[in-house]
């Protein structure tokens, strides 16, 4: 009989080689809320076989340990929050984990509030800002390089203009 893996192994054996497989799936998606893609993408690592992955996916579905609102939640506000990414850089990292644009935008108009949105933008440019300042740069580079630092963050280039307008003419630009 083969297990998961392809490894000729008697039925005892395989049944726990296949619990301990499955206890790590678990480990991994209890660590965090998980995405199908990324699920998957672990357990072709391990090795497993088609079928075998199918079946697991089924019952941590099952389970609810795959939540796709969860893990948008929580991949949106962490990237919004602690890396300080603009929807554009999010949007481009959750397509190539296999979502779509349409469950992309109503992800964001779900879970980004547009004033904390605005708020990040606004605190990257500060912070941009005093760091050209001490560098000695003009005060239209200046704007320049905070507008190109944001767009380089994922912000929309709307708003990089009008955070960076908003700053420069609180301080005199």
């Not at 619990?19 to 809320?33: G, S, V």
């Not at 800002?129 to 630092?149: D, Q, T, V």
């Not at 709307?158 to 301080?171: D, I, N, T």
């Amino acid at each position: 009989m083969t297990s998961g893996r392809g490894k000729s192994r008697n039925s005892a054996s395989e049944s726990s080689t296949r619990d301990y497989d499955f206890e790590k799936i678990l480990r991994f998606c209890n660590f965090r809320p998980r995405h199908r893609y990324e699920v998957e993408k672990k357990m072709v690592e391990m090795g497993l076989c088609e079928s075998i992955r199918k079946k697991y996916l089924r019952r941590l579905e099952k389970d609810g340990l795959l939540q796709d609102d969860v893990f948008l939640e929580a991949y949106i506000l962490g990237k919004l929050r602690n890396n300080r990414w603009g929807r554009l850089k999010i949007a481009y990292q959750l397509k190539q984990q296999g979502f779509s644009s349409q469950v992309i935008n109503k992800a964001f108009k779900k879970y980004i509030d547009p004033e904390e949105y605005l708020q990040v933008a606004r605190t990257l440019c500060r912070m941009r800002y005093h760091f050209f300042l001490k560098k000695k740069f003009a005060p239209g580079e200046i704007s320049l390089k905070c507008i190109n630092y944001l767009v380089g963050k994922g912000f929309e280039m709307e708003v990089c203009k009008a955070v960076c307008q908003e700053f420069g003419q609180a301080h005199g630009q």
